[in-house]
Structures are given as structure tokens and as C-alpha cells.
């Protein structure tokens, strides 16, 4: 089956420590998208990466790194320079065939930073 | 810039009773529009698209009709199940014929229903 694996699902961690999360698809998709999602609100775009070795900067991307060694994998790290991370945090890919543009969701990974 | 704006939640249903949740949008070029449904502690599932005007999108009982006239692109469905409780989320992508387009989402519309 294809889809897009995010783990893990729920991630603990003490304030003042980095964390990375994991993000992988099988679907064969150039682009790849890091999401923030916070309590009653939309989706944040994070990072975005169009094709391996290349991303940009989404709306909040402060706090944050990616790498995309892969066209699978597009990891993000959560950095203790994020003043709030505490999130439901949502990877997604999509094709860029113009005209086909939407995006996949893998599942999440709730974090909580204490 | 582009934006989307749905109705206020949270939306209470009784089974069987119809569905609308309004969907608004402002956009600078021909964007496709979605609707994203999120279940609890879950991810977002596509749930239908329209990538042109008069396009109807469905899927599972849910249609939506792209209206350029209005910018609007309501979500509506005949009959509600206790198992369509979810939060949804319209968006839209302007690509304006590029290889990539930013997802701009609503707020998302929480949708009870009670048996």
C-alpha cells in the first residue's frame, strides 16, 4: 500500500532539547510539506521541498530545520530556539504535475515539550 | 493574498438530517479548491476537489460545486452519518501554472452528529 508513515505518534521531551521527527512516503512524490497544527486552528506551513537536496521556508519556519537526502524521507527537527512547540505536527507530499497538486497526509505526531 | 473562510463550528447534526458547511474564498489567479475531513488524533484525508469553475467534486455522499461567480465552494451532503463526526477543512492551491502552489486552509468546521 502506499501512503506516508509519520512516527512516532506521540513524542515527550524536556524544554532546552532538540527532536527530530520522522516523515517517509512511497508514493513517489517530488514534494514533500512540514504542517504545525495547534488546539481549534488550520494548518501552518512550515517547510517545503519541491525536489531532493532543496526546501524553502513556509510561513513559520523559525525554530525548525529540514533535510531531503531522499525523495522518501523529509525529516524535521524541532530545535530549542521554537518558543512554543508543543503542536499536533502534520508531513505531506504531493506530485508536481501541474493540475495535481494535492496533497497526502500522513497520520501526525502529537508532541508535547515539558 | 489568497485566503479561505469557512462557517463558524462547531456544527451539530442529527443522523439522517442534511449537511451545508459554507466555504468562501479570495484568491489572485484559477485556484483548485478542496475539502480535507480530519477524525480525531488523525491526519487529513482528501475528501473531494474541483480544479475549475462548475466542477463538482464528490466522494462518499459529499459534493461540493466550484462557484467562480460567488468564490464560494460548500460542502454539502443529504444525509449525515453518527461516523461523519469529524473536523472539515477547505483549501485551495493557486498554482497559476507552476509546478507548486501553496495549500492555504480555513480554520476548519467541527461537525457533530448524534444518533
Known amino acids: 500500500d502506499g501512503g506516508i508513515t509519520q512516527s512516532p505518534k506521540y513524542l515527550f521531551r524536556k524544554e532546552g532539547q532538540n527532536v527530530t521527527l520522522s516523515c517517509e512516503q512511497n508514493?513517489?512524490?517530488?514534494?514533500m510539506y512540514w504542517y504545525r497544527q495547534d488546539p481549534g486552528q488550520g494548518l501552518r506551513l512550515i517547510y517545503y521541498?519541491?525536489?531532493?537536496?532543496?526546501?524553502q521556508k513556509g510561513d513559520i519556519a523559525e525554530g525548525y530545520s529540514v533535510s531531503r537526502e531522499k525523495k522518501e524521507s523529509f525529516p524535521l527537527t524541532v530545535t530549542s530556539a521554537q518558543k512554543n512547540p508543543t503542536a499536533f505536527y502534520l508531513c505531506?507530499?504531493?506530485?508536481?504535475?501541474?493540475?495535481?497538486?494535492?496533497?497526502?497526509f500522513g497520520p501526525g505526531t502529537r508532541l508535547t515539550v515539558t | 493574498g489568497n485566503s479561505v473562510t469557512q462557517m463558524e463550528g462547531p456544527v451539530t447534526l442529527s443522523e439522517e438530517a442534511f449537511l451545508t458547511i459554507n466555504c468562501t474564498y479570495t484568491?489572485?489567479?484559477?485556484?483548485?479548491l478542496f475539502w480535507y475531513v480530519q477524525y480525531p488524533g488523525e491526519g487529513l484525508q482528501l475528501l473531494l476537489k474541483?480544479?475549475?469553475?462548475?466542477d463538482k467534486g464528490s466522494n462518499k455522499g459529499f459534493e461540493a460545486t466550484y462557484r467562480k461567480e460567488t468564490t464560494s465552494f460548500h460542502l454539502e451532503k443529504g444525509s449525515v452519518q453518527v461516523s461523519d463526526s469529524a473536523v472539515y477543512f477547505c483549501?485551495?492551491?493557486?498554482?497559476?501554472?507552476?509546478?507548486?502552489?501553496?495549500?492555504?486552509f480555513g480554520q476548519g468546521t467541527i461537525l457533530t452528529v448524534h444518533p
Open positions: 505531506a507530499s504531493s506530485t508536481t504535475l501541474i493540475g495535481r497538486h494535492e496533497q497526502y
Open positions: 508514493l513517489n512524490h517530488d514534494a
Open positions: 521541498s519541491q525536489i531532493v537536496n532543496d526546501f
Open positions: 484568491a489572485t489567479g484559477y485556484p483548485s
Open positions: 474541483a480544479t475549475k469553475a462548475d
Open positions: 483549501a485551495l492551491i493557486d498554482a497559476g501554472g507552476t509546478s507548486y502552489g501553496k495549500l492555504t
